[in-house]
T-cell receptor, first 111, second 115 residues
Framework: GQQLNQSPQSMFIQEGEDVSMNCTSS?????WLWYKQDPGEGPVLLIA???AGELTSNGRLTAQFGITRKDSFLNISASIPSDVGIYFC???????????WGAGTKLIIKP | DSGVTQTPKHLITATGQRVTLRCSPR?????VYWYQQSLDQGLQFLIQ???????AKGNILERFSAQQFPDLHSELNLSSLELGDSALYFC??????????????FGPGTRLTVL
């Protein structure tokens, strides 16, 4: 079945560093969604992508819809402590609008 | 604030008991989704309702059931609770049509602890 593979699983970063993570699938997706979840809170939608090749920014966050439609990338520039959390990618499974979710990338700030 | 509300915020109960979790979607959203998230795990899709009707089922246990009412709020019923049911339960809602219907907006969750 359809699966989304996120990497890396976790990242240790220093404040001020740029961060990159990605999401890949063996299937084609027409939409890519990126969410962030803070501990104990509900996921929050960061960026939605609808066209292959599309590059969309939300503040220091930039996401890209891969040209093959089988991958997507999320970059965070000049990371700050509040960027810590888990980042999930998701894409629609079928016309019922059910989403398939990646396992998440956990961002941790180095002390 | 996503506009999705969930009650209660926390729930502590004993094994074998039954609980009901409640969700109110964003104004105008017809779809409601329920997810389970165990400690340090990803989001497990349980069930989806659209305008009162069940639309899709994930790995939902037979001990769990849900419904969506005419006012579009939804309830998730968990019965014969086991220790392993302890988790965060999230409700999400989405807009009715178009490509943005894929965008799900999450509530703050209900933390269930089964002792």
């Amino acid at each position: 079945g359809q699966q989304l593979n996120q990497s890396p699983q976790s990242m240790f970063i220093q404040e001020g560093e740029d961060v990159s993570m990605n999401c890949t699938s063996s299937s084609i997706f027409n939409t890519w969604l990126w969410y962030k979840q803070d501990p104990g809170e509900g996921p929050v939608l960061l960026i939605a992508l609808y066209k292959a090749g599309e590059l969309t920014s939300n503040g220091r966050l930039t996401a890209q819809f891969g040209i093959t439609r089988k991958d997507s990338f999320l970059n965070i520039s000049a990371s700050i402590p509040s960027d810590v959390g888990i980042y999930f990618c998701a894409g629609p499974k079928d016309s019922n609008y059910q989403l398939i979710w990646g396992a998440g990338t956990k961002l941790i700030i180095k002390p | 604030d996503s506009g999705v509300t969930q009650t209660p915020k926390h729930l502590i109960t004993a094994t074998g008991q039954r609980v009901t979790l409640r969700c109110s979607p964003r104004s105008g959203d017809l779809s409601v989704y329920w997810y389970q998230q165990s400690l340090d795990q990803g989001l497990q899709f349980l069930i989806q309702y659209y305008n009162g009707e069940e639309r899709a089922k994930g790995n939902i246990l037979e001990r769990f059931s849900a419904q969506q009412f005419p006012d579009l709020h939804s309830e998730l019923n968990l019965s014969s609770l086991e220790l392993g049911d302890s988790a965060l339960y999230f409700c999400a809602s989405s807009f009715r049509t178009g490509e943005s219907a894929n965008e799900q907006f999450f509530g703050p969750g209900t933390r269930l602890t089964v002792l």
